[in-house]
């Protein structure tokens, strides 16, 4: 059966600018499967030039979309893998937008995009870079200009990378031809090169390579005054098996049946289940061609007319193939074809943090701390993809013989996505685990990193002090009214050891109001690590009972030296 085949040229550069505010990139997968599951990736950004990090948006929005692309589930579709990387990358440079005061500078790009894969080209776009498709000598524009124009005629982007936390995508697809060729390009061309003069260069008989090379020279001799970016492909050869076909195969992998040692699933070998529940199992792997041990996730064939669950495994992979950390575990792209649904991961051979703690009290503070360090970065990784843990606790983290510290699951990550910056996400009571975390998941609100930043001064908590802050009543609270009659226990009282500053810092850490907890994991860390000198004050509402309850003892001392004063003058008296 025939692959697909493209023939790719390129060309970014800064023209009479002084510097190239935009970005290219194109990737065609060396591995058979890789082509035939994903297929090839073409992708141009323009940094707004009136941004100060133009250029550093559009790299990002480059570098980001080709290599989230490549791990996301391959039974997702060509649509959904592009709309969700977009979302989240948008939703990313939106928030360094934020940073600048002037509402017109920021991380701000445009974005163009296709992705060939088997006989079908889906393209998506924002801004004013465009799209063209060649086909029997005549040019087609596929893509739709985002612009405003003004009172005086000049135009504006009206739609772009960064520029607000709702992005609207335009998507769409095409079935391509052996023999077609698609451009991308970026204003700097095509704003100075006539629809007549790029078709005659784009339908030259002369190889990819010459004819971008010929785009550039004539948009340069038009005089252009932008950067200039173009990327030209022409389909050699299209695979026979049509895209429709490939894509039910995809959606419809079965789940495996209930594995053991022995057992060969895909090029895998079963040697051990490592744990088992009702939601999913565990199983130690051993990949018959590289002879590497693995960990095999399978969901539960209890769920398995379950969509949303069905939904959210698949979505547990491309969440894992995106956190990229020494401290949580690394999810192995897949280079077979599946026959079932599963995922592997790297195997962590360790101890639960949970075993730890029991094992380790009252533990050593420097050990102690350590461990946390390790923990605070890998949540801060999934922080700064977008991501929110939400079932953080003592039993999802790993720590092996050398010290390292391994968050292994992702069965209730949220990643943060379109038009969910300014609002509760949106959850079926609490995902994770009652006694870490929360509370406000239970009311059907979710605090975002605030959740996160509870979870750790929780599981902080424990590790110093074997008890958890509230006690083993949080696991019986199931509404507000509740959690409002539980108090904080200072650490002090398990630990003795515990200075006033640091138990400050735990219970900033797990106060269920929003307003009085730390905004993320750094500002919690810094304290944990530093006195803050705020934790040092004495209280002014018990330093006000002090005063007053002296006062009063001054008082009643008074009276009683003068009662003792007037029965010795009494007593004297003839």
């Not at 090839?40 to 950004?45: D, E, G, I, S």
């Not at 792997?285 to 939904?311: F, G, L």
Request: hydrophobic share 35%.
């Amino acid at each position: 059966m025939a692959e697909l085949k493209i023939n790719i040229a390129c060309f970014s550069e800064a023209g009479v600018k002084p510097v190239n505010e935009d970005a290219i990139g194109t990737h065609v997968p060396e591995a058979s499967y890789s082509l035939m599951s994903k297929g090839v990736t073409l992708a141009l950004a323009d940094g707004v030039s009136t941004a100060e990090a133009g250029k550093e948006a559009s790299e990002t929005a480059i570098e980001r979309f080709i290599d989230e692309y490549y791990q996301t589930p391959d039974t997702w579709s060509v649509a959904r893998s592009g709309e969700k990387i977009i979302s989240t990358v948008n939703l990313r440079l939106y928030r360094k937008s934020t940073d600048f005061v002037t509402e017109s500078k920021g991380f701000l790009c445009t974005f163009s995009a296709i992705i060939i894969k088997s006989r079908i080209a889906h393209f998506f776009h924002v801004g004013d870079s465009r799209i063209f498709l060649l086909r029997s000598g005549e040019l087609k524009q596929l893509t739709t200009d985002h612009v405003a124009t003004m009172g005086d005629n000049r135009t504006c982007l009206s739609r772009a990378m960064g520029m607000d936390s709702r992005l609207h995508v335009d998507y769409g697809k095409t079935e391509l031809q052996e023999g077609d060729r698609l451009l991308l390009t970026s204003d700097g061309v095509h704003d100075f090169i006539n629809k007549e003069k790029l078709t005659g260069l784009l339908a030259s008989r002369t190889s990819v390579q010459d004819i971008v090379k010929s785009i550039e020279d004539c948009a340069r001799e038009n005089e252009t005054d932008d950067n200039l970016s173009a990327i030209v492909a022409e389909v050699i050869t299209l695979p026979q098996e049509s895209l429709e076909d490939y894509s039910v195969q995809l959606t419809q992998l079965p789940f495996p049946p209930e594995l053991s040692a022995g057992m060969k699933l895909d090029g895998y070998r079963v040697e051990k289940e490592l744990f088992a529940s009702s939601r999913s199992q565990l199983y130690l792997v051993v990949d018959e061609e590289t002879n590497q041990r693995y960990a095999m996730k399978t969901p539960s064939r209890n769920y398995d007319d379950d969509v949303s669950y069905i939904d959210r495994f698949i979505q547990e992979e491309w969440i894992g193939s995106r956190i990229h950390s020494e401290y949580v575990v690394k999810v192995i792209p897949q280079k077979r074809a599946r026959t079932a649904l599963y995922y592997v991961m790297e195997y962590v051979q360790g101890e639960g943090l949970d075993s730890w703690i029991e094992e380790h009290q009252p533990p050593s503070p420097k050990a102690t701390i350590a461990i946390v360090k390790q923990i605070a970065e890998g949540l801060k990784v999934f922080h700064d993809n977008e991501a929110i843990h939400q079932d953080l606790k003592p039993g999802n983290i790993m720590l092996k013989a050398d010290g390292t510290v391994k968050i292994v699951d992702f069965g209730s990550v949220y990643v943060a996505g379109l038009a969910e910056l300014h609002r509760p996400l949106t959850h079926e009571g609490a995902l994770g685990t009652a006694s870490y975390s929360d509370p406000l998941y239970l009311m059907g609100k979710n605090p975002g990193i605030q959740g996160d930043v509870y979870a750790l001064a929780t599981i902080v908590y424990e590790m110093f002090c074997g008890h958890l802050p509230y006690g083993s009543q949080v696991e019986e609270c199931r509404t507000a009214f509740e959690y409002d009659r539980l108090r904080y226990r200072s650490s002090s009282k398990f630990n003795s050891t515990i200075p006033v500053w640091f138990d400050g810092a735990l219970e900033k850490g797990t106060n269920f109001d929003l307003e009085q907890r730390y905004p993320n994991i750094d500002s919690f860390m810094r304290d944990l690590t530093n006195p803050n000198p705020d934790f040092l004050k004495t209280d002014p509402v018990i330093e006000k009972n002090t005063n007053s309850l002296l006062f009063w003892k001054l008082i009643s001392g008074f009276w009683f030296v003068t009662f003792l004063m007037v029965i010795y003058l009494f007593s004297t008296m003839d």
